[in-house]
């Protein structure tokens, strides 16, 4: 993935269709560097035709005018930032940066697009992993941190932005997929779609106005197979971020390519975040914010984003969940084979440790 901070954790899905008068319509584009995947229910073969030729357009846009480091809108406004002008700049990437302010003040600095050069600075501006190259020196890092890059220091003038800060350079890893998703579920709906899974690699949102229509997602522990499936009846995002692909390894020592705003330095005791929430762009920044704010954090941070179903695993493996999550997620025992698109596995009853995961359901 060129840009965004998710490593695929969401691995399968399962569609009833038992009230659709339709065909389901299926497509498959390479954008954002992954794969993009959208299924269409209860529509007709040349409307979603259609449709789907316009949603790979705009796809194909976003990804060149939010890419960091290859040309186009966005590396032009940064190398703006730096020179200290303004820039121009469209709609949907003016949303995206008051998006991204507003969560930043949301999750206490948590998340924050601002920190592109501090990516850079370790070397995640790249498609190529594991990375190789040493990290960047606590000198380096101490430095970039002087300067206290942040979205707060971005301003608008008409159809122009700017930032009073230099060293701010936004990168919108742990947002734009989140974002583009709700752009196409809003195009699909205005479409008269009456349902639809948009999967971005992994993460996804999917909603029905079907009746007994429903989703099945499945979740992937990202060392120890599948934990179970998550349900999803009328319109849910659910977006995953994790640290366990993405990463530089030097001298036998892995760096993780989620890093802390404020430390400058990779998060640690969580290897992944899943959360279930009503827009990908909420779940998606959410689920950075929370990889973050660490096993001491994330809970409250949890509640101060009214997210009620989150699925936390930790470096030993052991879940943490909502009870709200836990309604949702009908999980598979531990040593279970894992089935093909999870869908010939038994859900298990038991939502303890004794024998299967070892879990902790939190309030």
Same mark, same amino acid.
């Given at each position: 993935m060129y840009m965004f901070k998710k490593t695929i954790f969401v691995v399968a899905l399962i569609c009833s269709l038992s009230a659709c008068q339709k065909p389901v319509e299926h497509a498959q584009f390479y954008v954002f560097g992954t794969l993009v995947d959208i299924t269409l229910a209860d529509v007709d073969k040349a409307q979603a035709q259609q449709i789907l030729a316009q949603v790979q357009q705009d796809l194909q846009q976003m990804h060149n005018d939010w890419h960091p480091w290859k040309a186009g809108m966005l590396v032009g406004i940064n190398r703006a930032f730096s020179q200290g002008r303004c820039a121009p700049l469209d709609q949907k990437l003016k949303q995206l940066i008051i998006a991204s302010q507003k969560l930043e003040r949301q999750t206490g600095g948590n998340f924050n697009a601002g920190i592109g050069g501090l990516v850079a600075l370790w070397g995640f501006h790249t498609s190529d992993y594991p990375i190789q190259t040493p990290p960047p020196s606590a000198v380096a890092i101490d430095e970039w941190l002087q300067y206290?890059? *942040?979205?707060? *220091?971005? /301003?608008?003038? +008409?159809? *122009? !932005?700017?930032?009073?800060?230099? &060293?701010?350079? =936004?990168?919108?890893?742990? #947002? &734009?997929?989140? /974002? %583009? !998703?709700? =752009? #196409?579920?809003?195009?699909?709906? %205005?479409? +008269?779609? %009456?349902?639809a899974i948009v999967n971005t690699g992994g993460d996804l949102r999917a909603y029905s106005e079907v009746e007994r229509q /429903?989703?099945? #997602? %499945? !979740?992937?522990?990202?060392?120890?197979?599948? #934990?179970?499936?998550?349900?999803i009846t009328a319109d849910d995002a659910v977006f995953t971020s994790g640290n366990y692909q993405r990463y530089v390894e030097h001298q036998g020592q892995r760096y993780a390519h989620i890093l802390d705003p404020r430390s400058g330095r990779p998060v640690s005791d969580i290897v992944a975040v899943t959360v279930l929430a009503a827009s990908g762009l909420q779940a998606d920044a959410a689920a950075t914010a929370l990889m973050v704010s660490g096993l001491q954090g994330w809970l409250e941070l949890s509640k101060d984003l009214q997210l009620e179903a989150v699925l936390v695993v930790d470096e030993a493996g052991k879940l943490y969940m909502t009870s709200a999550m836990e309604a949702r997620l009908a999980l598979y025992e531990h040593d279970d084979e894992d089935p093909q698109n999870g869908a010939d596995a038994k859900p298990s009853t038991e939502k303890s440790t004794n024998g299967s995961w070892e879990i902790e359901i939190v309030e």
């Open positions: 206290q890059p *942040s979205t707060q *220091s971005v /301003y608008f003038q +008409g159809d *122009s !932005v700017c930032s009073s800060n230099p &060293a701010t350079q =936004l990168d919108f890893g742990g #947002i &734009a997929k989140g /974002y %583009a !998703v709700d =752009l #196409i579920v809003d195009k699909l709906k %205005a479409a +008269g779609v %009456a349902a /429903y989703w099945h #997602i %499945a !979740v992937r522990h990202p060392q120890q197979g599948l #934990i179970g499936l998550i349900e």
